[in-house]
């Protein structure tokens, strides 16, 4: 079946450093992608979307960048600050049987950020 | 304030028990979801509905049931069929009309059974 992935369940970092949090999916008719935080005991949080016919994104200290070639998505942050620590899932969109879309979530990678 | 709102934030639950979880939404959204978390996993379907009164089953249905009577509302039973029933439980819901179908998140339940 068709899954999104990620590569790094952990991934440290020093404060004021950019991280990078990759994302392999598998369904090359995924047309729309998600990345969405999570704070532990929390609901996921909508960080920055992408449609399947850009590279790249780019928000407030965020940037997605979509590799269609290779079905590869990454987030970028930007100066990481504490407040950054949390798990961070893409999700890629899809269809579901009964009409209208599905999202499939990724495990997640866990960002830690190290004063 | 717009936004989703589950209830209760914890919820305890003896074997055998049916139990139900709320899920409100004032953003005049078409669709909601009902999404299980296992610790260290991603969020996985149970349940969903694109419009009033017609609901789906997701990827993991079994042991629960759902019901949506109210555009606001879409309410998740734990019933006693659902052999591991211990998780997180998110609510979200989204619009159906356009391209870009962002899903907002409920604060999530937590559910344990004694």
């Known amino acids: 079946g068709e899954s999104v992935g990620l590569h790094l369940p952990t991934l440290s970092v020093q404060e004021g450093d950019n991280s990078i949090i990759n994302c392999a999916y598998s369904?090359?008719?995924?047309?729309?992608f998600i990345w969405y935080k999570q704070e532990s005991g929390k609901g996921p949080q909508f960080i920055i979307d992408?449609?399947?016919?850009?590279d790249k994104r780019q928000g407030q200290r965020v940037t997605v960048l979509l590799n269609k070639t290779v079905k590869h998505l990454s987030l970028q942050i930007a100066a990481t600050q504490p407040g950054d620590s949390a798990v961070y899932f893409c999700?890629?969109?899809?269809?579901?049987?009964?009409?209208?879309?599905?999202?499939?979530f990724g495990t997640g990678t866990q960002l830690k950020v190290e004063l | 304030d717009g936004g989703i709102t589950q209830s209760p934030k914890y919820l305890f639950r003896k074997e055998g028990q049916n139990v139900t979880l709320s899920c409100e939404q004032n953003?005049?959204?078409?669709?909601m979801y009902w999404y299980r978390q296992d610790p260290g996993q991603g969020l996985r379907l149970i349940y969903y509905?694109?419009?009033?009164?017609?609901?789906q089953k997701g990827d993991i249905a079994e042991g629960y049931s759902v019901s949506r009577e109210k555009k606001e509302s879409f309410p998740l039973t734990v019933t006693s069929a659902q052999k591991n029933p211990t998780a997180f439980y998110l609510c979200?819901?989204?619009?159906?009309?356009?391209?870009?179908?962002?899903?907002?998140f409920g604060p999530g339940t937590r559910l344990t059974v004694l």
């Open positions: 999700a890629e969109r899809g269809p579901l049987t009964g009409g209208g879309n599905k999202l499939t």
């Open positions: 369904n090359s008719a995924s047309d729309y």
């Open positions: 509905s694109q419009i009033v009164n017609d609901f």
């Open positions: 979200a819901s989204s619009t159906t009309s356009g391209i870009l179908n962002e899903q907002f």
């Open positions: 953003l005049n959204h078409d669709a």
């Open positions: 992408i449609r399947s016919n850009m």
